[in-house]
Protein backbone atom coordinates (compact mmCIF):
# COMPACT_ATOMS: atom_id res chain seq x y z
CA UNK A 1 0.00 0.00 0.00
CA UNK A 2 3.10 2.44 0.83
CA UNK A 3 4.38 1.28 -2.70
CA UNK A 4 1.80 2.15 -4.52
CA UNK A 5 1.01 6.15 -2.69
CA UNK A 6 4.98 6.81 -3.25
CA UNK A 7 4.26 5.21 -6.72
CA UNK A 8 1.21 7.71 -7.51
CA UNK A 9 3.73 10.74 -5.95
CA UNK A 10 6.16 9.71 -8.08
CA UNK A 11 3.59 10.08 -11.38
CA UNK A 12 2.22 13.35 -9.98
CA UNK A 13 5.26 15.02 -9.85
CA UNK A 14 6.41 13.55 -13.33
CA UNK A 15 3.30 15.18 -14.93
CA UNK A 16 3.91 18.66 -13.12
CA UNK A 17 7.26 18.36 -15.14
CA UNK A 18 5.79 17.40 -18.37
CA UNK A 19 4.11 20.86 -18.03
CA UNK A 20 7.67 22.83 -18.13
CA UNK A 21 8.16 23.92 -21.98
CA UNK A 22 10.58 21.58 -23.91
CA UNK A 23 13.63 23.94 -23.26
CA UNK A 24 13.28 24.24 -19.59
CA UNK A 25 13.58 20.33 -19.91
CA UNK A 26 16.14 20.52 -22.34
CA UNK A 27 18.34 22.24 -19.11
CA UNK A 28 17.04 19.80 -16.69
CA UNK A 29 18.58 17.13 -19.27
CA UNK A 30 22.13 19.07 -19.74
CA UNK A 31 22.46 18.52 -15.96
CA UNK A 32 20.76 14.94 -15.90
CA UNK A 33 23.69 14.49 -18.27
CA UNK A 34 26.43 15.72 -16.03
CA UNK A 35 25.06 13.83 -12.88
CA UNK A 36 24.55 9.89 -15.09
CA UNK A 37 28.44 10.40 -16.83
CA UNK A 38 30.51 12.80 -14.99
CA UNK A 39 29.35 11.98 -11.37
CA UNK A 40 27.28 8.62 -10.78
CA UNK A 41 28.66 6.98 -14.09
CA UNK A 42 25.73 4.93 -14.95
CA UNK A 43 26.45 2.09 -16.45
CA UNK A 44 29.34 3.18 -17.79
CA UNK A 45 30.86 0.00 -17.99
CA UNK A 46 28.55 -1.82 -19.84
CA UNK A 47 28.20 1.44 -22.57
CA UNK A 48 32.08 1.38 -23.03
CA UNK A 49 32.52 -2.60 -23.10
CA UNK A 50 29.45 -2.65 -25.52
CA UNK A 51 31.12 -0.20 -28.02
CA UNK A 52 34.37 -1.91 -27.83
CA UNK A 53 32.31 -4.82 -29.34
CA UNK A 54 30.24 -3.79 -31.16
CA UNK A 55 32.76 -0.84 -33.08
CA UNK A 56 35.99 -2.25 -32.83
CA UNK A 57 36.74 -0.66 -36.35
CA UNK A 58 36.49 2.63 -34.45
CA UNK A 59 39.31 4.39 -32.88
CA UNK A 60 39.49 4.39 -28.47
CA UNK A 61 38.66 8.47 -29.63
CA UNK A 62 36.24 8.10 -31.93
CA UNK A 63 34.52 5.56 -29.17
CA UNK A 64 34.43 7.76 -26.45
CA UNK A 65 32.60 10.86 -28.78
CA UNK A 66 30.09 8.17 -29.51
CA UNK A 67 30.34 7.53 -25.46
CA UNK A 68 29.56 11.76 -24.73
CA UNK A 69 26.82 11.86 -27.05
CA UNK A 70 24.74 8.98 -26.25
CA UNK A 71 24.62 10.18 -22.70
CA UNK A 72 23.89 13.79 -23.72
CA UNK A 73 20.58 11.57 -25.86
CA UNK A 74 20.42 9.39 -22.81
CA UNK A 75 19.66 12.56 -21.36
CA UNK A 76 17.76 14.21 -23.82
CA UNK A 77 15.84 11.25 -24.16
CA UNK A 78 14.34 10.98 -20.67
CA UNK A 79 12.87 14.47 -20.19
CA UNK A 80 11.30 13.78 -23.74
CA UNK A 81 9.44 10.65 -22.43
CA UNK A 82 8.40 12.36 -19.36
CA UNK A 83 6.88 15.38 -21.85
CA UNK A 84 5.36 12.59 -23.49
CA UNK A 85 2.04 13.12 -21.66
CA UNK A 86 1.44 16.38 -22.24
CA UNK A 87 2.94 17.40 -25.37
CA UNK A 88 0.65 18.68 -28.39
CA UNK A 89 -0.23 17.04 -31.85
CA UNK A 90 1.34 19.96 -33.16
CA UNK A 91 4.94 19.91 -31.71
CA UNK A 92 5.16 16.15 -31.36
CA UNK A 93 4.52 16.72 -35.60
CA UNK A 94 7.26 19.67 -35.11
CA UNK A 95 9.76 17.37 -33.79
CA UNK A 96 9.27 14.05 -34.97
CA UNK A 97 8.27 14.60 -38.84
CA UNK A 98 7.66 11.06 -40.84
CA UNK A 99 8.05 10.98 -44.37
CA UNK A 100 4.73 10.02 -45.74
CA UNK A 101 5.38 6.23 -47.71
CA UNK A 102 2.48 5.75 -50.96
CA UNK A 103 3.32 2.40 -50.78
CA UNK A 104 2.37 1.84 -47.51
CA UNK A 105 -0.93 3.95 -48.07
CA UNK A 106 -1.63 1.71 -51.25
CA UNK A 107 -2.03 -0.99 -48.87
CA UNK A 108 -4.59 1.28 -46.42
CA UNK A 109 -6.66 2.29 -49.32
CA UNK A 110 -7.07 -1.35 -49.72
CA UNK A 111 -8.47 -2.01 -46.22
CA UNK A 112 -5.01 -3.89 -46.16
CA UNK A 113 -2.78 -4.16 -43.00
CA UNK A 114 1.25 -3.87 -42.31
CA UNK A 115 3.65 -4.79 -40.38
CA UNK A 116 6.28 -2.33 -39.20
CA UNK A 117 10.22 -2.92 -37.62
CA UNK A 118 11.17 -0.21 -34.75
CA UNK A 119 14.05 -0.34 -32.75
CA UNK A 120 15.22 1.27 -29.60
CA UNK A 121 16.81 4.26 -31.39
CA UNK A 122 16.14 7.79 -31.52
CA UNK A 123 12.90 8.47 -29.55
CA UNK A 124 11.06 5.26 -30.37
CA UNK A 125 8.41 6.45 -27.40
CA UNK A 126 7.46 9.62 -29.83
CA UNK A 127 7.72 7.75 -32.39
CA UNK A 128 5.40 5.52 -31.76
CA UNK A 129 3.07 7.88 -30.89
CA UNK A 130 4.23 9.93 -33.87
CA UNK A 131 3.29 7.08 -36.00
CA UNK A 132 -0.74 6.95 -35.04
CA UNK A 133 -0.32 11.09 -36.55
CA UNK A 134 1.27 9.51 -39.67
CA UNK A 135 -0.84 6.93 -41.25
CA UNK A 136 -4.21 6.84 -42.20
CA UNK A 137 -4.31 3.05 -41.07
CA UNK A 138 -4.99 2.58 -36.95
CA UNK A 139 -1.82 2.14 -35.37
CA UNK A 140 -1.05 -0.88 -33.08
CA UNK A 141 2.14 -0.60 -30.90
CA UNK A 142 3.22 -3.88 -29.71
CA UNK A 143 4.38 -3.25 -26.22
CA UNK A 144 5.67 -5.52 -23.04
CA UNK A 145 3.61 -4.66 -19.51
CA UNK A 146 5.57 -3.21 -17.01
CA UNK A 147 5.56 -5.10 -14.15
CA UNK A 148 4.95 -1.53 -12.10
CA UNK A 149 0.75 -1.34 -12.62
CA UNK A 150 1.01 2.35 -11.64
CA UNK A 151 3.43 3.51 -14.17
CA UNK A 152 2.21 1.18 -16.56
CA UNK A 153 -0.87 2.91 -16.81
CA UNK A 154 0.96 6.10 -17.44
CA UNK A 155 2.91 4.60 -20.45
CA UNK A 156 -0.54 3.13 -21.78
CA UNK A 157 -2.63 5.87 -21.57
CA UNK A 158 0.58 8.46 -22.78
CA UNK A 159 1.43 6.00 -26.09
CA UNK A 160 -2.80 6.37 -26.81
CA UNK A 161 -3.06 10.18 -26.54
CA UNK A 162 -3.26 10.49 -30.68
CA UNK A 163 -5.42 7.15 -31.66
CA UNK A 164 -2.68 4.29 -30.70
CA UNK A 165 -4.21 1.24 -29.35
CA UNK A 166 -1.65 -0.50 -27.71
CA UNK A 167 -1.08 -4.11 -28.21
CA UNK A 168 0.52 -6.62 -25.62
CA UNK A 169 2.84 -9.30 -26.76
CA UNK A 170 0.82 -12.11 -25.65
CA UNK A 171 -2.40 -10.56 -27.23
CA UNK A 172 -0.60 -9.65 -30.89
CA UNK A 173 -1.69 -12.39 -33.24
CA UNK A 174 -4.73 -12.42 -31.92
CA UNK A 175 -5.06 -8.71 -32.68
CA UNK A 176 -3.62 -9.52 -36.09
CA UNK A 177 -5.87 -12.07 -37.12
CA UNK A 178 -8.88 -9.54 -35.60
CA UNK A 179 -8.00 -6.83 -37.51
CA UNK A 180 -8.48 -8.48 -41.30
CA UNK A 181 -9.65 -6.10 -43.64
CA UNK A 182 -8.74 -2.96 -41.66
CA UNK A 183 -6.52 -0.62 -42.78
CA UNK A 184 -3.74 -1.22 -39.45
CA UNK A 185 -0.39 -0.81 -38.90
CA UNK A 186 1.44 -3.26 -36.24
CA UNK A 187 4.64 -1.97 -35.03
CA UNK A 188 7.24 -4.26 -33.39
CA UNK A 189 10.82 -3.83 -31.55
CA UNK A 190 12.49 -5.94 -33.35
CA UNK A 191 16.13 -5.47 -31.90
CA UNK A 192 15.12 -6.24 -27.96
CA UNK A 193 16.57 -9.30 -27.18
CA UNK A 194 14.69 -12.77 -26.64
CA UNK A 195 14.98 -14.50 -23.31
CA UNK A 196 17.51 -17.34 -23.11
CA UNK A 197 14.65 -19.94 -23.39
CA UNK A 198 13.62 -18.14 -26.26
CA UNK A 199 16.30 -17.89 -27.97
CA UNK A 200 15.82 -19.81 -31.22
CA UNK A 201 17.46 -18.18 -33.81
CA UNK A 202 21.32 -16.69 -33.63
CA UNK A 203 23.20 -14.53 -36.15
CA UNK A 204 26.01 -11.78 -36.06
CA UNK A 205 24.80 -8.25 -34.98
CA UNK A 206 27.71 -6.03 -35.05
CA UNK A 207 30.27 -8.41 -34.94
CA UNK A 208 28.49 -10.07 -31.68
CA UNK A 209 26.90 -13.66 -31.68
CA UNK A 210 23.04 -12.39 -31.27
CA UNK A 211 19.61 -13.89 -30.67
CA UNK A 212 16.89 -12.31 -32.33
CA UNK A 213 13.30 -12.08 -31.49
CA UNK A 214 11.27 -14.51 -34.39
CA UNK A 215 8.02 -13.04 -33.74
CA UNK A 216 7.97 -10.42 -36.97
CA UNK A 217 9.15 -13.20 -39.08
CA UNK A 218 6.29 -15.62 -38.28
CA UNK A 219 3.26 -13.16 -37.66
CA UNK A 220 4.57 -12.26 -41.82
CA UNK A 221 4.83 -15.30 -43.19
CA UNK A 222 1.68 -16.47 -41.23
CA UNK A 223 -0.21 -13.50 -42.75
CA UNK A 224 1.17 -12.49 -45.87
CA UNK A 225 1.31 -8.68 -44.50
CA UNK A 226 4.10 -6.67 -46.22
CA UNK A 227 7.09 -5.30 -44.00
CA UNK A 228 8.11 -1.95 -43.55
CA UNK A 229 11.35 -0.98 -41.71
CA UNK A 230 11.02 2.65 -39.15
CA UNK A 231 14.17 4.24 -40.24
CA UNK A 232 14.71 6.99 -38.16
CA UNK A 233 17.21 9.83 -38.21
CA UNK A 234 18.59 12.30 -35.19
CA UNK A 235 18.59 15.63 -36.66
CA UNK A 236 19.58 17.42 -33.61
CA UNK A 237 18.68 17.60 -29.94
CA UNK A 238 14.89 17.17 -29.69
CA UNK A 239 14.49 17.26 -33.63
CA UNK A 240 13.79 13.32 -35.39
CA UNK A 241 13.13 12.55 -38.84
CA UNK A 242 11.63 9.29 -39.98
CA UNK A 243 10.51 7.29 -42.83
CA UNK A 244 8.61 3.76 -43.70
CA UNK A 245 11.10 1.96 -45.94
CA UNK A 246 10.46 -1.39 -47.67
CA UNK A 247 11.36 -4.13 -46.50
CA UNK A 248 9.67 -7.55 -47.71
CA UNK A 249 6.61 -6.97 -49.83
CA UNK A 250 5.96 -10.73 -50.29
CA UNK A 251 6.51 -12.59 -47.33
CA UNK A 252 5.40 -16.07 -48.02
CA UNK A 253 7.79 -16.17 -50.46
CA UNK A 254 10.68 -16.17 -48.38
CA UNK A 255 12.82 -18.67 -47.22
CA UNK A 256 13.03 -19.36 -43.17
CA UNK A 257 14.53 -16.47 -41.47
CA UNK A 258 15.23 -14.88 -44.23
CA UNK A 259 13.07 -11.67 -42.99
CA UNK A 260 15.02 -12.11 -39.88
CA UNK A 261 17.90 -11.29 -41.36
CA UNK A 262 17.09 -8.71 -43.24
CA UNK A 263 15.93 -6.60 -40.45
CA UNK A 264 18.76 -7.51 -38.35
CA UNK A 265 20.98 -6.02 -41.12
CA UNK A 266 18.96 -3.07 -41.40
CA UNK A 267 19.23 -2.04 -37.90
CA UNK A 268 23.04 -2.98 -38.10
CA UNK A 269 23.35 -0.32 -41.28
CA UNK A 270 20.91 1.88 -38.90
CA UNK A 271 23.36 1.97 -35.93
CA UNK A 272 26.67 2.22 -37.91
CA UNK A 273 25.81 5.80 -39.56
CA UNK A 274 25.04 7.04 -36.29
CA UNK A 275 25.89 4.64 -33.52
CA UNK A 276 25.25 7.23 -30.13
CA UNK A 277 21.34 6.94 -30.93
CA UNK A 278 21.07 3.30 -30.15
CA UNK A 279 19.77 1.99 -26.02
CA UNK A 280 24.23 1.49 -25.61
CA UNK A 281 23.20 1.36 -21.71
CA UNK A 282 21.29 -1.65 -22.55
CA UNK A 283 22.62 -5.44 -21.93
CA UNK A 284 21.95 -6.97 -25.28
CA UNK A 285 24.54 -9.65 -25.31
CA UNK A 286 24.20 -10.96 -22.21
CA UNK A 287 22.87 -14.35 -23.20
CA UNK A 288 25.41 -16.44 -24.90
CA UNK A 289 24.43 -19.64 -27.30
CA UNK A 290 24.87 -22.88 -25.13
Known sequence: MFRRA????????????????????????????????????????????????????????????????FYKYLAALVVEIVKMSS???????????????????????????????????GNWEWGSVAIGLAVSGQNYPIYKPLNNPVFDDWFQKARSRFGSKLISMRQTLRAIQASKGEASIFCFGSDQAPSKDESHYWTTLLHQESSIQ??????????????????????????YEAEFVPLCL????????????????????????????????????KHRRS
Open 87 to 121: ISKKELEKRFQIKKSELMESYFAKGEGVLLCAAHY
Open 214 to 239: LGIEKIARKTNRPIFYFNVTGVKEGY
Open 6 to 69: LNHIGIFFLNLLSLLPMPILYILAKAMYFLLYRVIGYRLKVVRENLQLALPERSPEERKLIEKK
Open 250 to 285: NPQETAEFEITEMHTRFLEEMIRKEPAYWLWSHRRW
